[in-house]
């Protein structure tokens, strides 16, 4: 959870200006988490992650977010979640239960190493139906069907129409989610759940709507940022830097690049984000081998280059991560030039008398 007062009564106001007295039915919570995510429990409680306050330009932009979820509470699909999740956890629970319980039997019964390894897998083959009870009974918790996903967008859309809030906000945020998944390609995934629409899907119906509101003047509706107003994105500042650290430590480098890319649009310092960019590649090329850990080398040298090249400049540790590259690719003068410029911004570095070392063993 974000305590933060200031952040708190803003989304709670920004609720009610959308969806009007209805709001009093509901809570609205901020936490830290990476991820393009809110989501609606079956009590009127609704969390946004930092991951979606950190991609918003706008109020209205928040504004589709918001209704969206608060119509999954007034139509009860969380509810009619909820069902889903109590049917599926008892299933699975006593399947593994009847699992479990052959294997007890088989256990008790066995009177060969080969009966006893079998009432063994069969024990495990329990467990592991009850472990995946949880995760599946979790997901269906906050997940709804593709015609539950459809109401919730027009009865946003409604609110927001109604309220007099920029309704192209909502075309405007999911176009931003399906950039930065072209940017992520194959690494990149639409949805936990497939019975989810796409957001290729729900920009094509969103244009629809927005076109026939505004008398087909859709072009100009989707691209304008109307009477947009800022109460959320001033309090999102203090938090910005830590926030996309997180998006880093989980997103694929090239949806990271293009999440970190759009932020210089909120104050990133480009140096900044290049280098940022380059950590993610670094990161990635740990799990790595061959051709595809050279490639993850290559972007990450090329990140810390622009970094370096530009008008900021780049925080020193850009510097000797991007000499230890050079390292690993055998380029002895690169590799001393950066380390070089590391001590130089950092003469006291913790691991000064260590790169010294380094640099002397070249």
């Known amino acids: 959870m974000i305590s933060d007062e200031r952040l708190s009564e ?5 609720t009610c200006k959308t969806v009007g007295r209805l709001c009093e039915n509901l809570r609205v919570y901020a936490v ?17 992650q930092s991951g979606l306050l950190l991609r918003i330009s706008d109020d209205a932009e928040l504004a589709a977010v918001l209704g969206h979820e608060a119509s999954h509470f007034t139509r009860r699909h969380s509810v009619m979640s909820m069902r889903r ?6 299933g699975f629970a006593m399947a593994g239960a009847l699992v479990s319980a052959a294997g007890s039997v088989a ?3 066995a009177t060969t190493y080969e009966g006893m390894a079998n009432a063994q897998n069969m024990s495990n083959t329990a467990m592991l139906m009850v472990q995946t009870a949880s995760v599946v009974a979790a997901f269906q918790l906050v997940a709804y069907d593709r015609s539950q996903e459809q109401e919730a967008d027009k009865d946003g859309f409604d609110w927001m129409r109604k309220n007099g809030l920029d309704v192209a906000g909502t075309h405007r945020i999911w176009k931003k989610l399906v950039d930065e998944q072209t940017a992520g390609g194959k690494e990149s995934g639409f949805s936990l759940l497939a019975t989810h629409p796409t957001p290729q899907e729900r920009l094509s119906y969103l244009s629809d709507m927005i076109k026939e509101s505004r008398a087909g003047a859709v072009d100009a509706a989707i691209t304008s940022q109307g009477e947009a107003t800022n109460t959320i994105r001033p309090l999102i500042d203090a938090y910005r830097n830590d926030w996309i650290v997180d998006e880093m430590e989980v997103q694929s480098p090239r949806q990271f690049a293009a999440i970190v890319s759009a932020q210089t649009e909120f104050g990133i310092i480009p140096g900044y984000a290049a280098y940022l960019e380059g950590k993610s590649w670094v990161s990635h090329a740990k799990s790595l081998t061959g051709r595809r850990l050279q490639e993850a080398l290559v972007h990450a040298a090329e990140a810390f280059e622009r970094g370096a090249k530009s008008e900021s400049g780049m925080p020193s ?12 690719q055998g380029e002895v003068e ?21 790169i010294r070392r380094t640099m002397k063993s070249l």
Request: net charge positive.
């Open 317 to 328: 540790e850009g510097y000797r991560d991007w000499a230890k590259i050079s390292m690993k």
């Open 10 to 14: 803003a989304l709670h106001t920004l």
């Open 334 to 354: 690169p590799a001393r030039r950066n380390f070089e410029k590391y001590l130089a911004l950092k003469p006291d570095a913790w691991d000064a008398d260590y």
């Open 107 to 109: 256990s008790a019964s």
């Open 32 to 48: 830290r988490a990476p991820g393009f995510n809110a989501f609606m429990m079956p009590n009127g409680a609704m969390f946004v």
């Open 85 to 90: 999740w109590h049917r599926t956890a008892s």
